[in-house]
């Protein structure tokens, strides 16, 4: 089961914004990332749910999406993500987060995954301009903006080429192709 859901949790980037994501569904997700390990038990995360088309407009204009699609923009209106969970860290509890925000990031993916949903998860945000336009309180940074919705495109794992490329490409049919180093390569 485990192994069906990391396989299924792949970067997604264009989804049916049709679909809908409630808000009790980030919160059901958000409750597993809270359940997850935290450096020195510091829990310092906090989140910001978006599932309201204004909100998530607002979020959408500070993503840059997917750097190695050089003539992609990101996703066109209808393909756009459904919700958004903001994570971020607040610093009057701690300013280290350790590795709290890929585990709780990997939940709450694999938590969408199981309920037939998909994301991405973005470092690439402007920070600054998102954080004045959600009002956020000095006290909080954001550490990414996970994307959320029903996938609509097919996300495929292949071997890395002879060249040794890393970087994920489409085809012309629009289909997604992330290279995966094999076991033996990485098992030292």
Avoid at 32 to 51: D, E, I, V
Avoid at 52 to 57: I, L, P, Y
Avoid at 116 to 128: E, L, P
Wanted: charged fraction near 30%; charge should be negative; aromatic fraction near 10%.
């Amino acid at each position: 089961m485990i192994r069906e859901l990391v396989i299924k949790n792949r970067t997604y980037r264009r989804f049916d914004q049709e679909s809908v994501i409630v808000e009790q569904q980030l919160r059901d997700w958000v409750d597993l990332a809270r359940m997850t390990s935290s450096g020195q038990n510091n829990q310092p995360l906090k989140y910001f749910l978006s599932c309201e088309k204004e909100t998530n407009e607002m979020i959408f204009r500070h993503l840059k999406w997917a750097g190695a699609l050089k003539d992609w923009d990101g996703p066109e209106e209808g393909e756009k993500p459904s919700a958004y969970i903001v994570m971020l860290v607040d610093t009057n509890i701690s300013e280290n987060y350790w590795w709290d925000h890929g585990l709780a990031a990997q939940s709450i993916l694999l938590a969408a995954v199981e309920e037939g949903y998909g994301g991405c998860m973005f470092g690439s945000v402007d920070r600054k301009n998102l954080a004045e336009d959600m009002n956020l309180p000095e006290r909080y940074e954001i550490i990414m903006v996970i994307a959320l919705g029903k996938p609509v495109e097919n996300v495929t794992m292949v071997p890395v080429g002879e060249d040794g490329n890393m970087k994920y490409y489409r085809d012309e049919e629009g289909n997604h192709y992330v290279p995966k180093r094999s076991l033996d390569e990485i098992i030292i």
